[in-house]
């Protein structure tokens, strides 16, 4: 077995987005700091309703797929296609854009905390037209692998632990991706298998957490090397992290906001068909 460690990380900057949600961006705030296939991790988190309230009113998507993951609070969500769904705790809402998709994403409360993630992943040049489509997953339809003073939330991929494994509701995506939402007591300790040839990485937000005895930096993407098993401890105060891996594409990437495409000819005929009402035709 081969122990994965952290090999390097980028750190999250303050940002906003939408019409003004305060966020920290910890993939994607230049095009090097991105990991294939993942293009941007954003997670926000405040108790302020001034920085999130006006929340993200209806924009354009084509060729990727958003994850996005409600810990506290909830949002709604609607799209061109009339879908519309109320996120809440502990809820995901996993979305392809494919060939377009328009839709708005907008906090359901006046007070209280909203924290969570939105993460973005390509998708090969070979979906990238394919239909739009999403699922919402409600918290109780994913599974969680329990150990002595650790549960695993497991949303994508496969895992196991402690001897029981379990399925997340999204998989045999060409991507492969693992996305994990992984609680640890203080002073707990876990060994996860990661598949190899994977590209991985941890966002640690509660606590301190350390991966092969090395500290994952809060408010960073901490990037970590090949290998097929991942040890995770916590510190006195516990530790919380999202884990994160996916099949690498391997193909260039060409982005103009909301758009991902191969080549720039490609983003200009986005662009354009969403100007002229055609991105979802």
Known sequence: MTARTVLTSYRAVDTSDGAGVKLKRALGQHPGARLDPFLMLDFFSSDDPDDYIEGFPAHPHRGFETV???????????????????????????????????HSEMPQQTAGLLRGFQLWINLPAKE???????RDIPSEEM?????????????AGSLSLDGSSATGPINGLSTEPLYADVMLDAGASITLPVKAGLNAFLYAFEGSVQAAGTAVPMGSAAILNDGDELTLSAGPRGGRVLLVAGRAIGEPVAQYG???????????????????????A
């Open 128 to 134: 990238k037209m394919k239909p739009a489509g999403y």
């Open 258 to 280: 909301p758009f991902v495409m191969n080549t720039r000819d490609e983003l200009e005929q986005a662009v354009n068909d969403y100007r002229t009402g055609r991105l979802t």
């Open 68 to 102: 996005t993951y409600i810990v506290d609070g909830h949002m709604l969500h609607e799209d061109h296609l009339g879908n519309r769904g109320d996120l809440k705790a502990g809820g995901v809402q996993w979305m392809t854009a494919g060939r377009g998709i328009i």
């Open 143 to 155: 599974p969680v692998l329990s150990a002595p003073g650790a549960r695993v939330k497991l949303v």
